[in-house]
């Protein structure tokens, strides 16, 4: 019976740890060879073709026809010579992941014969069948046809034999249906809406590029043991499973050294990053066993967004050929931490400068103190905008429990910009300043230390923390879409940066000098937004009394965090902000919901078939070795037996009233779900469904860890968490 399981740890013991790859090539002779980037597009398009592709590259504008048959010329001569035989646009579909839909080369020549094609219509322009992606009821069956077009300031790569080729999918009526069209415009928004606040310091400044730099965290199991637990296959968590009587106590795994066998994946993952361009640096064991990181050096925004999401599939394909699986679930395995994916955000300027830096002089520290501020006021007022984006299924496991931020918003800001806040409070006024005030107060500004990456605490509790350069967005989930977060977050701070300037404006049109001005307004704001501000442990029961007090949100029912997407300021910063019409959120807020309940119902299903056909039999088999221990004893011994079966007797009744409630509860399950589903519209069973279903997947879990204690080990059909999690000790 428990045949899987054994054969899978069998195996494992068999495992020999590969050979690591010293791959003898240099990393700057590999990197980027299988991207149509610009060294590729120099030697393969024509020198006229070259330079309009580099400025529609550059401006992020939309190409013609006649200029995409001369890059699909060149392209195509590219992806030949590196071994691509097919083409697919691939996109970004509200789902989990990317799509992809391949074409061949393949096709009839004007004389019959078999030739290789790719045209600009095929590179520009595509309408996959793609009716079955989620699309919050936008698209009509009538209407179905989705389009993808190309994005051209994300370049073009190659996976196995395919060109893959970055697009947008919009729906027939132009309606966004994926995470890079809005993303893409919350970065124009925030480009446009920052240059206006930098032109108040630096007419130079005409665009400002958003840098992420993504944290990739994930846990590796093997993947005998992977196949033989139906939940990890079907859901990506392990749904029952007792704690291993070890786990990370001892915390003896966070950056230890890494086991040979991963290091031997790692190498690999390294090589494939780098030959895709993706500049992959930082790899380490994480806290929990089993968990490890992967971190690139930051690029502008799309950029690292697709990359992501490309790493997200290499990851997964290579850990197969090295026999692992890789878990992206933000919570795979309960008791021990969960996986996030830190978003590491900046803002910097065509002249060079990070507008998250303070600067050499006092004007610098002035712009940065403005675009400090502005981040505290859009994270105060758009706190329920991020946890939307940040707060669903599998991340909910992890918010709010003690190891990742909580699902209150903050901002850490660190003891040296607090002072400084706290000098603007303190010496700004609503008179007007005297010059010697003004002198004191730029002075003050003037005098932070250019560099405070080395001096920031490193507060691991906050949610938003100021790292010295950059913001650091911690709730983001492993498995999620950073362009959700990033969309949010650039159309929040850039609906603020909007606010700001009207304010500033106004006062300059009243009379007052632009620096008083500035001072002045960015004094208020830092008033207004002091409740968002929190130094101290974000993890602590304190803080959420004390945030509770501010007036801060604190949610963390899905359905409800998902509602606030339709709020009022919602709507101002994202339809207000040209990022997504009304229909567009409204669909979106409906596709979220969807998720929700069909990530569940999966959940309560496989649940379900889980403990009937696995479990209670294997309890049932176990008692009735039990009871024919019981009866024999007796057989021989009579009466006296009784006094010595005592603990099994014991064992046999608490087994049936495990099994007992066991079935009951997966029969209420069964009934809720009935409910929920029957009910008019997704959001009211999306409720259903966190209220009445998803606690009870926790009192069956509950009872059967207790079944597997009571279990002989060897009959146990699952493989067991400290199998899973130290299978590299
Ligand atoms: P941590 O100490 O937070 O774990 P890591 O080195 O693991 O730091 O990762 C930090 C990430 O932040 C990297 O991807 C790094 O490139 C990125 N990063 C550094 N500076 C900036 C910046 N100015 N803007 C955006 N991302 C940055
Ligand atoms: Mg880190």
């Excluded at 009821?137 to 179905?144: D, N």
């Excluded at 640096?281 to 490890?292: C, L």
């Excluded at 502008?300 to 967004?305: G, L, P, R, S």
């Excluded at 929920?676 to 279903?693: C, E, H, M």
Aim: proline share 4%; aromatic share 8%.
């Amino acid at each position: 019976m428990a045949t899987l399981r054994f054969k899978a740890l069998q195996d494992l013991m068999n495992k020999k740890v590969p050979d690591i790859n010293f791959n003898e090539k240099r990393v700057p002779d590999i990197y980027g060879e299988l991207v149509f980037n610009d060294e590729a597009m120099k030697k393969y398009l024509q020198s006229s073709v070259y330079k309009q592709v580099r400025k529609a590259i550059d401006s992020g504008e939309l190409i013609g026809r006649d200029l995409a048959d001369g890059v699909a010329a060149g392209m195509k001569a590219w992806a030949i010579d590196h071994g691509a035989v097919h083409y697919t646009h691939w996109f970004q579909p509200l789902t989990d992941g990317t799509a992809e839909k391949h074409d061949g080369f393949i096709n009839y020549g004007p004389d019959g014969k078999i030739i290789e094609e790719f045209a600009g219509k095929h590179l520009a322009q595509q309408e996959p069948d793609a009716s079955s992606f989620p699309n919050g009821g936008i698209r009509q069956t009538f209407e179905a046809r989705g389009y993808t077009a190309w994005d051209v300031t994300s370049p073009a790569f190659i996976v196995g034999t395919t060109l893959c080729i970055p697009t947008i999918f919009i729906s027939f009526t132009g309606d966004a249906l994926d995470y890079k069209t809005p993303l893409l415009k919350a970065l124009h928004a925030i480009d446009e809406a920052a240059v206006d606040v930098c032109q108040y310091f630096d007419k130079n400044v005409t665009k400002v590029y958003s840098n992420l730099g993504w944290e990739q965290e994930y846990f590796l199991v093997d993947r005998g043991l992977f196949l033989a637990r139906p939940d990890l296959v079907l859901t990506g968590r392990t749904l029952m499973g007792h704690a291993s009587a070890k786990n990370q106590q001892l915390d003896d795994h966070y950056f230890g050294s890494i086991p040979e066998r991963v290091a031997c994946y790692m190498r690999d993952l390294e090589i494939e990053c780098h030959r895709l361009g993706i500049p992959a640096k930082t790899r380490h064991n994480e806290v929990a066993p089993g968990q490890f990181e992967l971190a690139p050096i930051y690029e502008e925004v799309n950029i690292a967004n697709d990359h992501n999401q490309l790493l997200m599939d290499v990851m997964k394909r290579l850990a197969r050929k090295h026999g692992f699986e890789v878990l992206l679930h933000e919570k795979p395995f309960a008791g021990v931490n969960g996986s996030g994916k830190h978003n590491n955000w900046s803002l910097c300027t065509n002249t060079g400068v990070n507008l998250f830096a303070p600067g050499k002089n006092p004007k610098g520290n002035m712009v940065f103190l403005t675009f400090l501020t502005n981040v505290l006021v859009a994270v105060y007022k758009g706190q329920d905008i991020l946890r939307a984006q940040v707060l669903n299924a599998g991340n909910s496991h992890r918010l709010g429990a003690n190891e990742a931020p909580p699902a209150i918003m903050s901002v850490f800001l660190g003891t040296q910009v607090s002072a400084m806040l706290n000098s603007i409070v303190e010496k700004v006024s609503d008179n007007k300043m005297t010059p010697e005030e003004k002198t004191a107060l730029k002075l003050g500004i003037g005098r932070l230390p250019e560099i405070l990456i080395d001096n920031t605490d490193r507060n691991r509790t906050s949610p938003f923390a100021f790292t010295g350069d950059r913001f650091e967005f911690r709730a983001v989930g492993a498995s999620a879409n950073c362009a959700g977060a990033m969309t949010a977050v650039s159309a929040i701070v850039a609906h603020q940066l909007r606010e700001f300037k009207k304010d500033v404006d106004s006062l300059i049109d009243k009379g007052v000098k632009k620096d008083e001005a500035i001072f002045q307004i960015l004094r208020r704001l830092i008033v207004e937004s002091a409740p968002i501000h929190f130094d101290g442990n974000g993890y602590s029961e304190e803080w959420k009394e004390e945030a509770a007090r501010r007036g801060l949100t604190n949610i963390t029912d899905v359905p409800e965090s998902i509602d606030t997407m339709l709020s009022d300021h919602s709507k101002e910063v994202f339809v207000g902000g040209g990022i997504l019409t009304e229909r567009e959120l409204e669909a979106r807020h409906e596709v979220e919901m969807e998720k929700f309940v069909k990530k569940v119902q999966i959940e309560a299903r496989v649940m379900g078939d889980l403990v009937i056909n696995h479990i209670v039999p294997t309890a049932i088999t176990y008692q009735n070795i039990l009871i024919q221990n019981v009866k024999g004893m007796r057989d021989i011994m009579g009466e006296e037996a009784d006094s010595l079966t005592e603990n099994e007797r014991d064992l046999i009744r608490k087994m049936s009233e495990h099994i007992k409630i066991i079935r009951n509860t997966v029969q209420q399950m069964i009934d809720a779900r009935k409910r929920a589903n029957k009910l008019p519209d997704v959001r009211q069973t999306s409720y259903a469904y966190s209220n009445d279903v998803r606690p009870l997947l926790n009192v069956v879990r509950y009872h059967v860890d207790k079944l597997e204690l009571m279990v002989d080990n060897e009959m146990w059909p699952l493989p067991k968490y400290r199998e899973m999690l130290f299978m590299f000790d």
